[in-house]
């Protein structure tokens, strides 16, 4: 399935382009507008539901929707957790499983390099690097932040990430994901609660207070609109 149409499809019947392919278009917004347009009529969008495992093989992909819980290789280390416009493989260099449903384009690897060249070739490497950098700040950030920051800085990834909705991860899953043992995810989890920023309840984090969970938080990635207003419990029910 091609993700854009083409030019007689736009000159004989224009139709506003999907949010889907609008995200798309500016996740690869470093290529020429003619490579972009080459490259992205190889791949095709999908829609994986939540739970649903990511296992891609000589591909590349980008989240255009939903959150993504990515793993290093086939590992339990936790590499973080990709949301819209977010570039996830590099042809098989990360696993993981959909938090929430979502839709994902997805490109043979071979392809996308033989439509982009060298521009191609160049935004890929360039991938992997920030790639590396952020696992590099997570090791570090396990080495040198408390339980508290790290899982609050964790919760503020995934509340972007989920547009909003509620985290549906409970407490030790969040412990689990970064390492921690159950008294600390649990001892970070109730200062986040008294503090007023979160609650918890039946494998749900519900984010009340993006400010105040910035205010903990040690590392911002996805959410870097935190200094506003406490977010609107009505929507938020138990």
């Known amino acids: 399935m091609a993700v854009l149409p083409t030019s007689d499809d736009t000159l004989t019947d224009p139709q506003p382009l999907r949010e889907d392919v609008l995200s798309l278009w500016r996740a690869f917004e470093p290529l020429s507008f003619e490579r972009r347009s080459r490259a992205l009529r190889l791949g095709e969008i999908r829609a994986p539901g939540a739970g ?6 000589g591909e590349i992909g980008v989240v255009l929707s ?3 819980l990515l793993r290093v290789d086939q590992s339990r280390v936790n590499a973080g957790v990709a949301a819209a416009g977010d570039l996830v493989d590099l042809g098989g260099g990360a696993s993981g499983r959909w938090l929430t449903g979502g839709t994902l384009y ?3 690897l ?3 390099l033989r439509e982009a060249g060298d521009e191609g070739l160049r935004f890929l490497l360039s991938a992997g690097v920030r790639r590396t950098r952020i696992l590099e700040g997570r090791l570090a950030c396990a080495m040198a932040h408390p339980a508290v920051s790290r899982v609050a800085s964790l919760l503020l990834e995934m509340d972007a990430a989920c547009n909003g ?3 549906p991860l409970c407490q030790a899953a969040v412990g689990e994901m970064l390492s921690l043992r159950r008294s600390s995810v ?9 503090a007023g920023a979160i609650r918890t309840v039946r494998g749900r984090t519900i984010v009340l207070d993006r400010a105040v969970l910035a205010a903990h938080a040690c590392c911002l990635r996805h959410a870097p609109e935190v200094k506003g207003e406490a977010v609107s419990t009505s929507s938020r029910a138990a």
Do not use: E, M
């Open 110 to 112: 071979v392809g996308f």
């Open 106 to 108: 997805r490109a043979p």
């Open 186 to 194: 649990n001892g970070a989890c109730q200062t986040l609660r008294t």
């Open 52 to 57: 649903d495992p990511f296992t891609p093989d």
């Open 66 to 68: 939903g959150c993504l």
């Open 165 to 167: 909705a509620d985290v």
